[in-house]
């Protein structure tokens, strides 16, 4: 059974940086991809970051730049730093994963920007 957790979110001033980091219970190699998304509220969850099997990664336009996506593959372990945080980053971080047509997801940790 596939479990993700996260952690490493709180209370971050803007400007500031963060680091999230999500823990597969199985070989992250088995994923197609591995990846995080957000949700503020009131809003839909959406694209962040993503890497895929052959080490290439995407990110949104909102954080190209700032947030970078990597893995730990002998820890089964994904990471996204974040820098130059913005008060429109603030949101519920969800990790991601996908095997063949099936998406895993963490539980989420929660990230907010705020002086």
């Known amino acids: 059974q596939v479990q993700l957790v996260e952690s490493g979110g709180g209370l971050v001033q803007p400007g500031g940086s963060m680091w999230l980091s999500c823990g597969s219970s199985?070989?992250?190699?088995?994923?197609?991809?591995m990846g995080w998304y957000r949700q503020a509220p009131g809003k839909q969850r959406e694209f962040v970051a993503s890497s895929v099997a052959d080490g290439s990664t995407d990110y949104a336009a909102s954080v190209k730049g700032r947030f970078t996506i990597s893995k730990n593959n002998p820890d089964n372990t994904v990471f996204l730093q974040m820098n130059s945080l913005k008060p429109d980053d603030t949101a519920v971080y969800y990790c991601n994963a996908k095997r063949q047509r099936t998406n895993y997801w963490g539980q989420g940790t929660q990230v907010t920007v705020s002086s």
């Open positions: 199985v070989n992250i190699l088995e994923f197609n991809s």
